[in-house]
């Protein structure tokens, strides 16, 4: 059995990203792994750093007290063996709520200098893109956010990590839906494709 945190960004429970949390989540339990989440816009998760914050992190002084949410999150991922980020591709990042949950939990003491973060087994990262990703790579931006998430933020703080997304909701031009039909098909191969990746952790 393997215990999975996962960090959430999405504002509407009617979204499609939600829909892949929710098939994701699925898979966990069919598996029988247990699982925790955190919902970042449902906690309010604070995603600005406050000047105490920002001088504790530019000091590089660990044994300064950070936040009790910031704390909290600290303890999810170290009792977890596996981490999982679920967002929507906004701007060809994640949302800014996720973007600051980076910021303030990424601290100086817990992911670097010392780092005193438990390696996760494996980090997996779900993202919703409305392009497909024929599209984001011609573009550049596949490769732009798979490295930010990847290299940059993840890096060696897990033992592996993997970068899948799911698009194609619109077309190139960003302003009409694919034909119903067909998206409706690729949705669904989303979201079974969302809970094979949960059931084989």
Same mark, same amino acid.
């Given at each position: 059995?393997?215990?999975?945190?996962?960090?959430? %960004?999405?504002?509407?429970?009617?979204?499609?990203?939600?829909?892949?949390?929710?098939?994701?989540?699925?898979?966990?339990?069919?598996?029988?792994?247990?699982?925790?989440?955190?919902?970042?816009?449902?906690?309010?998760?604070?995603?600005?750093?406050?000047?105490?914050?920002? *001088?504790? *992190?530019?000091?590089?002084?660990?044994?300064?007290?950070?936040?009790?949410?910031?704390? %909290?999150?600290?303890?999810?991922?170290?009792?977890?063996?596996?981490?999982?980020f679920?967002?929507?591709v906004?701007?060809?990042?994640?949302?800014?709520?996720?973007?600051?949950?980076?910021d303030?939990?990424?601290?100086?003491g817990? %992911?670097?200098?010392?780092?005193?973060?438990?390696?996760?087994?494996?980090?997996?990262?779900?993202?919703? %893109?409305?392009?497909?990703?024929a599209?984001?790579?011609?573009s550049?931006?596949?490769?732009a956010?798979?490295?930010?998430?990847l290299?940059?933020?993840?890096?060696?703080?897990?033992r592996?990590?993997?970068?899948?997304?799911?698009?194609?909701?619109?077309?190139r031009?960003?302003?009409?839906?694919?034909?119903?039909?067909?998206?409706?098909?690729?949705?669904?191969?989303?979201?079974?494709?969302?809970?094979?990746?949960?059931r084989?952790?």
């Open positions: 059995m393997t215990h999975v945190h996962v960090v959430y %960004a999405h504002p509407s429970a009617r979204s499609f990203t939600r829909e892949v949390l929710d098939a994701f989540l699925g898979g966990l339990d069919d598996a029988g792994h247990t699982r925790t989440v955190s919902d970042l816009y449902a906690m309010e998760f604070r995603s600005e750093l406050t000047l105490e914050e920002y *001088e504790r *992190e530019s000091g590089h002084r660990a044994d300064a007290r950070v936040p009790d949410d910031v704390a %909290a999150e600290h303890a999810k991922l170290n009792a977890a063996d596996v981490w999982a679920i967002y929507p906004w701007w060809t990042d994640c949302p800014a709520r996720l973007k600051g949950w980076f303030r939990v990424w601290t100086v817990f %992911a670097y200098k010392p780092a005193g973060l438990r390696a996760a087994q494996k980090a997996l990262v779900l993202c919703t %893109a409305g392009y497909s990703i599209e984001l790579d011609s550049g931006c596949y490769q956010m798979k490295t930010a998430m290299t940059d933020r993840i890096g060696e703080r897990a592996s990590s993997e970068f899948v997304v799911f698009g194609g909701s619109v077309q031009n960003g302003e009409s839906v694919n034909d119903p039909e067909r998206w409706a098909a690729a949705k669904v191969a989303h979201l079974s494709r969302a809970a094979e990746l949960a084989s952790i």
